[in-house]
């Protein structure tokens, strides 16, 4: 690693005050924080299992880690065997692509892609690639539509448009053509949106998912969601893909189960609405008890499980502790940089105190050291996350880095 780079710090510092001075991101901000953050703390008071829940899930995740190799392995061995699909490791961004494209093969050019919230596919800049290739992409989620609509990048891990207000959302769903009155109601607008995506899951070619985790032992994967996207993006279109990193992966499909609800618990939205368990593509036996396989939900199921700097990272004395994060946000609410600034501290995808370790991890390394540069060490992140992940040692560890080179 180079030492102090005083253009990449420019940099950092540019779109944190960028951030600082967008009044429109203040407000939706300022809006949001209040009930982001209390929320967590509520789940957690009524249901407090879930917090030896998360405790025990950071003993099985430390020994998945270890045994990475032996997992994936595992993992698509049961996707063959037990769910039916194909499964793939992509160490790259390009494998995926080239994966993607091989399935995308043989079907009509130009095809209807509806896509649930993924933050892996947003590493890969997976819907601008399709796009690119022609596709027609449409994310499902209301808040990554958003993110699409305004070509930004997720400003929260699971809210990723919580610096858009009414206002502006309204103004961007309109570039939709749904033409939404400026003064309509939060309820006005998730109807329409609805009524405008209903139209494009029935259409749809392929539908495309993360994971919230995915069972080694069945190649199943687990979701979690209160929107009713996932489901449907997941079930209508007759080809479901999931692409998701490897660091989501469990032993068992009961543990891969405990982890789609500790995080939905630390993102303050327990109990969940929907929590959706995939093992392969949809199949009947009610006629002689002869499975067919394609019945009212997908034909095919193909299952990415994504490297992009995990497995080296595993290697560092440090940033290996980052792999344990869940992704439910709560660490971002918490930190009083983020507060003032949301994802503009951070890298394309992931900001906040675990931006920090997740650009290192998929971005680059130096850049994430001038990110830490701001940290101010308080420890509320490490306090509030279910994985106990010592962030701001993570941070720490990356500013030492800099010194090192810079004497
Ligand atoms: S230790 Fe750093 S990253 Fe963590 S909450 Fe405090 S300022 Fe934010």
Known sequence: MSGFNESIYGRVVEEVYRGLENATLREGLKRTIDNLVPAPYRVLGNWGYLVKLAEELRRVKEDVLKNIDYYIDLTLKS???????????????????KIVDMILEGHRRRMVIVKAKSMVT?????????????????????????????????????????????????????????????DATHDVIVRRVREFLREKFTKADVGISGANAVAADTGSIVLVENEGNIRLSTSLPPVHIAITG????????????????VQSAYAGLYPPTYLTVISGPSSTADIEYRRVYGAHGPHKFYLILYDGGRRRALESPYLWEQLLCIKCGRCQGECPVWMLTANNWGGS??????????????????????????CLQCGRCRDV??????????????KKSLWHKTG
């Open 349 to 374: 995808v992931y900001g906040g105190p675990m931006g920090m370790a997740w650009v290192a991890i998929t971005e680059d390394e130096v850049k994430a050291a001038h990110l830490a540069l701001l």
């Open 79 to 97: 996707v063959r065997e037990y769910a039916r699909g194909e499964g793939f490791y992509a160490k790259t961004r390009e494998d995926v692509y």
């Open 246 to 261: 490897i660091e989501k992966i469990m032993p068992t499909l009961d543990y891969a189960i405990k982890q789609a609800l």
């Open 122 to 182: 947003e590493e890969l800049r997976l819907r601008e690639y399709l796009i690119e290739k022609g596709h027609e992409v449409y994310e499902t989620d209301l808040g990554e539509l958003l993110i699409q609509l305004s070509q930004g990048k997720p400003m929260h891990a699971i809210a990723p448009a919580i610096h858009i207000p009414r206002e502006e959302a309204v103004k961007l769903i309109n570039k939709l053509g749904v033409n939404i009155p400026m």
């Open 385 to 398: 996350c279910p994985m106990k992940i010592d962030m701001p040692k993570i941070a720490y560890m990356l």
